[in-house]
């Protein structure tokens, strides 16, 4: 269900930015997996954000997340709930996430700049 899927990624983003590492630790599936396109990688290599390819575990992840996303932007993601950063104006990065049994399976941190163009994003109040 759309409202219950939307609930959930609130959930995670809400409990990132306030740096509530058990409410990060409550809606990540003990197997998620955080997996950054190169671009985003690199952007987050030089901010010191993400230091690892790929993240696997709720624990790692809540780690990444905890105290984060300030300025991430709910965002319908080719019609799935999730988030976007705009800097300047501009698209800089979508979260894609992944939902399996009422939790975050996957987040796909996209900024390479073709993929993005042909992702469909509706803001979301």
């Known amino acids: 269900d759309a409202a219950r899927e939307r609930e959930i990624v609130e959930a995670f983003f809400r ?13 990540l599936d003990p ?3 955080l ?3 190169a671009e985003a990688l ?7 954000w993400l ?7 709720a624990k790692a992840v809540a780690e990444q997340f905890s105290g984060q996303a300030k300025a991430a932007q709910p965002a319908l993601i080719d019609g799935v709930p999730g988030a976007v950063w705009v800097a300047g104006g501009k698209l800089r990065v979508a979260f894609a996430i992944t939902l399996s ?8 941190l996209i900024a390479d700049r073709e993929r993005l163009s042909h992702m469909r994003i509706e803001m979301l109040p």
């Open 101 to 108: 049994g009422g939790k975050v399976a996957a987040i796909d």
């Open 31 to 33: 197997d998620v997996v």
């Open 35 to 37: 997996r950054p396109d």
């Open 51 to 57: 230091t690892q390819p790929i993240l696997r575990g």
């Open 15 to 27: 409990a990132s930015r306030a740096g509530d590492f058990q409410a990060l630790l409550a809606v």
């Open 42 to 48: 690199r952007m987050g290599v030089r901010t010191g």
